[in-house]
């Protein structure tokens, strides 16, 4: 980056980079952390540095005395696409920071008078200053150091759930996700789990998947011989695999009521005791449970222990549902294309505009994961470069005639007949295909040919 393109985002000398000014960057985290931190382009307030990668590391005197900051700032095209290069600009601004610390101890004299003509003080690392090597025994984890660029996403709400993860990774409190299915709760929780420094391993358990009887042996483990069936040596459980790590508890609306006060107990005395055994296991972990149900609703019904729930809602984030997220739809579609045309080595894929328009105005009640299905089978069947209404999956069609019974029903207003319904649902149709009968007829649920009748039979103008 040249000097001009430094000027033009305000990164000269005297200019004001704290977070009362320019909202959150990575030079007021490492302010408020004390840490080198890294952060890409749209976790910046700023709007200026919204394509840059910016790493920063905290300057140290010889007494540990914080002085100072280094940044280095790259654009994050060419940065977060190539392992190589963050492993490099992670090293450099590392060396730059030793270098610097490592002049400002050359700098203070080996021996210091006071006004006396008397010695004052003596530094004797001046006398031999150690060679200084940097040698990465954990490349992984360097590369980890920024993991929620791995979030997509410019809307607000989204980027309100970053800010918010990102200051929760920070803490050892536990954490409660919320999200419609779909909205990307174990993609955060694996963030969270990467930025919090733990390391030990993130272990997840859906609770929804494992039958009542199983899910107490998974969590907890077993000896040898606890039950029919066990293994002879016995097994360590999740919540011990996930020892100075992260437990990861998916659908925790569906944990047995009987398993929960043990739960409790475990979070409350940080030890473990496998079924079948009496001896307790010493655990240290951080729990990060998600779950796509109004838990609180739950402990109204008594389908969930309320001393549970109110350790679990400590910290919450709830994540917005896709429909809310408004441009994001488009750029996670297009990210989607993408990934799946660099895998198959084949030319890019586009998004018509009707499709565009189409999406935008989709309810997406399965969020995220819908969203990925529907671009993985379009692009499956699209011939060309450009996917049209057709190419869409029907499953994104299915909800359209909810869409008329929406609302509360008036008993004074009259029933509408079939016909009418009918040729509602059919001009709803064409209109949001562009009167793409082929996928106007997909989204009805009727032939072409049938509906190519309709057209005529209710007088509608394609």
């Known amino acids: 980056m040249n000097q001009g393109q430094l000027l033009t985002l305000n990164l000269d000398s005297g200019a004001i980079w704290r977070e009362e000014t320019v909202g959150t960057s990575s030079t007021s985290l490492c302010l408020e952390y004390d840490k080198t931190v890294r952060l ?84 004797y690392s001046a006398f031999n200053l150690p060679r200084f090597s940097f040698k990465v025994d954990n490349r992984e984890s360097l590369l980890s150091e920024d993991p929620f660029t791995g979030i997509l996403g410019e809307s607000p709400p989204i980027k309100k759930i970053i800010k918010k993860a990102v200051r929760f990774a920070s803490t050892e409190n536990g954490i409660l996700i919320n999200g419609e299915s779909g909205t990307g709760k174990e993609v955060f929780a694996k963030a969270i789990h990467e930025a919090s420094g733990r390391k030990g391993s993130s272990v997840a358990i859906n609770c929804a998947a494992l039958p009542s009887n199983l899910i107490a042996s998974e969590l907890f483990g077993y000896a040898g011989g606890a039950f029919t069936g066990a293994d002879s040596k016995g097994r360590r459980g999740k919540i011990e695999l996930a020892n100075n790590g992260t437990l990861f508890l998916d659908e925790i609306g569906d944990m047995p009521l009987e398993i929960q006060p043990t739960f409790l107990r475990v979070l409350e005395d940080k030890k473990v005791t496998p079924v079948g055994s009496n001896k307790d296991i010493q655990v240290d972990f951080r729990l990060i449970a998600a779950t796509n149900c109004d838990l609180y609703q739950l402990v109204q019904e008594k389908k969930f222990r309320a001393d549970l729930y109110y350790r679990l809602e400590v910290l919450q984030l709830i994540l917005p549902p896709l429909r809310e997220r408004g441009q994001d739809i488009l750029l996670l579609a297009n990210h989607f294309l993408e990934e799946i045309c660099r895998k198959e080595e084949r030319l890019p894929l586009k998004l018509s505009k009707k499709v565009e328009k189409f999406m935008l105005n989709h309810s997406w009640p399965g969020n995220v994961r819908q969203l990925k299905n529907a671009m993985a089978y379009a692009a499956s069947i699209c011939d060309g470069e450009i996917i049209a209404m057709e190419d869409l999956p029907a499953s994104l069609f299915r909800d359209l005639g909810s869409q008329f019974s929406t609302g509360k029903i008036d008993s004074n207003q009259p029933i509408p007949s079939i016909q009418d319904t009918e040729e509602e649902m059919i001009r709803k149709a064409l209109l949001i295909t562009g009167n793409n009968v082929r996928a106007a007829a997909k989204m009805v649920g009727l032939s072409k040919t049938t509906v190519y009748r309709k057209i005529k039979d209710y007088n509608i103008s394609i």
């Open 40 to 123: 890409a382009g749209s976790l910046h307030y700023c709007k200026a540095l919204e394509h840059q990668l910016a790493t920063t590391t905290p300057v140290y005197n010889s007494i540990g005395n914080r002085i100072g900051l280094i940044t280095t700032v790259n654009h994050v095209k060419d940065a977060m696409n190539d392992d190589e290069i963050l492993h490099r600009i992670l090293l450099w601004t590392m060396t730059l920071r030793f270098m610097v610390e490592n002049q400002l101890e050359r700098l203070r004299p080996v021996y210091s008078m006071s006004g006396d003509d008397l010695f004052s003080s003596k530094n």
